[in-house]
């Protein structure tokens, strides 16, 4: 990937913002210290993604149908370079999160920072599993996942298609087959083929306007919003996309999930003191949520699981209400 002044800036500010959600939220220091590893593993693998071949033609015809633009196409995806950012971000699940040895702060230049990349004595960590620990919990199943792939047992093409198509009976099924955490192995197969998506949903914003699309779902790869954003001045609304990044706009008073256009069953919650920049729109017809940030500029998409994670405790809130993603 060819670095710019402009790509360097918003990697510093998005490595700032880590540092800040370390020190402010550090309940999050695990899964900040697994986004800090592994964001530039994606940079990287996004910058080899092949493009996809669809027709600007194709593409305005498939958004007017209601079609999002990936379905039905033969996508180029390397299986065997995914299957390895596979491997390896399973390999930052054992690292991340064990204790490290003491060290003296070192005065950074660049943003990326990796700690010891050192796998645990599978021994001690078989203990501290037993003993409840959480940590040794997750790095465990980390293992088992890797090793189920690393010996071809795990089907990821099978995983990844399953994923496209909503087909989450088929990743649990595979998962209890082999004793393995199914939620676990979503997370990592879902960002595992985050580069693939994010670079071919750049490409196809190059081809067609996504403002024809009307739907709450994503455009582009058909997932459900990750967040909304209120942007600029005008204060549009906009849903973006935790898979792929894609950004387009929707109507403010519309539940991205079932459509309800009714301003009483329609609602708010704010946390005091955030009120400015956060908030949470509900829907009393089906009692889902989404998640609400105010921002001038759009975030950018590495950003948008950050921010997922920065404001996780308006999730809390929404679920002890009774409200669903």
Same mark, same amino acid.
């Given at each position: ?19 800040? &959600? !370390? ?34 033609? +194709? ?19 390397? @299986? ?23 060290? @003296? /702060?070192?005065?950074?230049?660049? %943003? #990326?920072? #990796?700690? /010891?990349?050192?796998? @645990?004595? %599978? ?6 599993? =037993? ?27 099978? +995983? ?14 595979? !998962? =209890? ?16 083929? $985050? ?11 190059? $081809? +067609? ?6 739907? *709450?779902?994503?455009? +582009?790869?058909?997932? @459900? %919003? ?5 942007? *600029? ?11 792929? *990044? ?18 009483? !069953? ?10 400015? $920049?956060? !908030? ?15 921002? #001038? ?16 405790? &308006?999730? &809390? ?7 669903? =993603?």
């Amino acid at each position: 990937m060819i670095q710019t002044p402009a790509i360097d800036r918003q990697k510093a500010a998005l490595f700032a913002r880590l540092d800040v &959600l !370390s020190q402010q939220k550090p309940e999050l220091a695990e899964p900040l210290a697994f986004y800090r590893a592994t964001l530039p593993l994606l940079n990287e693998a996004q910058a080899q993604v092949e493009p996809v071949e669809l027709p600007a033609e +194709v593409a305005r015809q498939k958004l007017a149908a209601g079609l999002p633009l990936l379905l039905g196409e033969d996508l180029p995806l390397a @299986p065997e370079a995914t299957r390895d950012l596979f491997i390896r971000l399973c390999g930052i699940v054992e690292t991340v999160g064990l204790p490290q040895q003491a060290a @003296p /702060p070192q005065k950074k230049t660049w %943003p #990326f920072f #990796f700690g /010891p990349k050192r796998r @645990p004595d %599978p021994a001690q960590l078989l203990e501290q599993a =037993h003993a409840g620990n959480e940590t040794a919990l997750r790095t465990a199943a980390a293992q088992q996942i890797r090793q189920a792939v690393e010996q071809r047992q795990l089907d990821l093409l099978a +995983v990844w298609s399953a994923l496209a198509t909503g087909d989450g009976q088929l990743v649990d099924g595979q !998962s =209890h087959d082999l004793k393995l955490d199914a939620n676990l192995v979503r997370t990592l197969a879902q960002n595992s083929l $985050k580069p693939a998506l994010r670079a071919w949903a750049a490409d196809l914003k190059e $081809k +067609v306007d996504l403002a024809i699309w009307r739907r *709450g779902s994503c455009p +582009v790869c058909g997932s @459900p %919003p990750t967040l909304a954003e209120i942007q *600029g001045k005008e204060g549009a609304r906009h849903l973006r996309c935790g898979m792929c *990044g894609a950004d387009w706009g929707y109507p403010r008073l519309k539940c991205a999930t079932c459509t309800n256009q009714n301003h009483k !069953s329609l609602g708010y919650i704010t946390v005091e003191g955030e009120e400015e $920049k956060y !908030s949470i729109q509900t829907c009393q017809v089906c009692h889902n949520y989404l998640k609400v940030i105010v921002t #001038f500029e759009p975030t950018p998409v590495d950003m948008l699981a950050i921010e997922d994670l920065a404001t996780l405790h &308006l999730d &809390l809130i929404a679920n002890e209400r009774g409200y669903s =993603h």
